[in-house]
């Protein structure tokens, strides 16, 4: 089983990305997946979490960043929208090997590499 998180970059605040994390060796359609981060200096925060039947978000993003899950592709996105410098941060998808979601870092098997997001002020 593989994650692969990728399409992080650098972008101004106020600006745009979208994360994508592929999966492989399951369909992870049935389980729970998340979004989590990596300031320098800081501990691996939760950004969001995505199952079937519920989304949720820290309140740092809510409002800001969504959760989408393509089937036929196996892929989580992280559609990022109007990001501040305080966004910045390496990005990490993980996937549970249970329903529903989790804030939880332990509920969580699966872990991608990472990929940088530097939101330039």
């Known amino acids: 089983v593989q994650l692969q998180a990728f399409g992080g970059g650098l972008v101004q605040a106020g600006g745009s990305l979208r994360l994508s994390c592929a999966a492989s060796g399951r369909t992870f359609g049935r389980y729970g997946m998340g979004w989590f981060r990596q300031a320098p200096g800081k501990e691996r925060e939760f950004v969001g979490a995505w199952s079937r039947d519920n989304t949720y978000y820290s309140d740092s993003v809510k409002g800001r960043f969504t959760i989408s899950w393509d089937n036929a592709k196996n892929t989580m996105y992280l559609q990022m929208n109007s990001l501040k410098p305080t966004d910045t941060a390496v990005y990490y998808c993980?996937?549970?090997?249970?329903?529903?979601?989790?804030?939880?870092?332990?509920?969580?098997?699966?872990w991608g590499q990472g990929t940088q997001v530097t939101v330039s002020s």
């Open positions: 993980a996937a549970r090997v249970y329903g529903g979601t989790s804030d939880y870092e332990g509920a969580y098997a699966y």
